[in-house]
């Protein structure tokens, strides 16, 4: 075990920040996990559900300005690194390690955290923006944006207008530009 501990330490240590995204989005996870499990075992069903409902009311983006989310501007930052299912956060933290790598090839590694962080807060409000805009996304029940999604988004449209025709190896096996590759994202 301290041979593990030894290598996630040495790995913090290096500097490599998307590497530190990665170990503060999979910390969260763990995080959020081991409170779900210890909340099922001490809970009846329907107030487990109902805890899981208030804490992603409170750690997400809400859509709706009248829910008066704009009081809670930590939410804007913390939304990005939050995710509850395992398929979510596995995705994004496999695009944000090769995403991230182009992105550092690129424009260097003091860049990341501050791209990713803003790619997150324009994400947001256009997310707020969208769906105050459009009726047909409205929800009655509502909707709550978490993930790092965006952040992961602008940090990849970055790297696309920056160099849009940067080569990439698709799959090992196909040459493809950023361009397209940008394209096929916003589609």
């Known amino acids: 075990m301290s041979t593990f501990n030894e290598t996630i330490r040495n790995y913090w240590k290096s500097g490599n920040p ?10 969260i996870y763990l995080s959020l996990m081991l409170l779900r499990v210890f909340s099922s075992l001490s809970m009846a069903k329907g107030d487990f559900y109902s805890m899981e409902y208030n804490l992603l009311q409170f750690v997400g983006v809400h859509e709706n300005l009248s829910d008066g989310w704009y009081y809670n501007l930590y939410t804007i930052i913390l939304y990005q690194f939050i ?3 395992l398929f979510h956060i596995l995705g994004n933290m496999i695009f944000l390690y090769f995403f991230g790598q182009i992105f550092i090839h690129l424009l260097g590694s003091k860049r990341v955290i501050p791209t990713y962080l ?5 994400g947001a409000i256009l997310y707020v923006i969208v769906y105050n805009i459009s009726p047909t996304l409205q929800s009655p029940i509502g909707g709550v944006l978490v993930g790092a999604s965006a952040s992961i988004y602008g940090l990849s449209m ?19 530009k950023l361009i397209w590759i940008g394209a096929f994202f916003i589609i």
Do not use: K
Request: charge should be positive; proline fraction near 3%; aromatic fraction near 22%.
């Open 118 to 122: 803003l790619g997150g807060v324009f």
């Open 158 to 176: 970055a790297a696309v207008f920056y160099r849009p025709n940067f080569e990439v190896m698709l799959f090992g096996s196909f040459r493809v």
């Open 83 to 85: 995710h509850f299912d």
């Open 18 to 27: 998307m590497f530190r995204l990665i170990m503060i989005n999979l910390g």
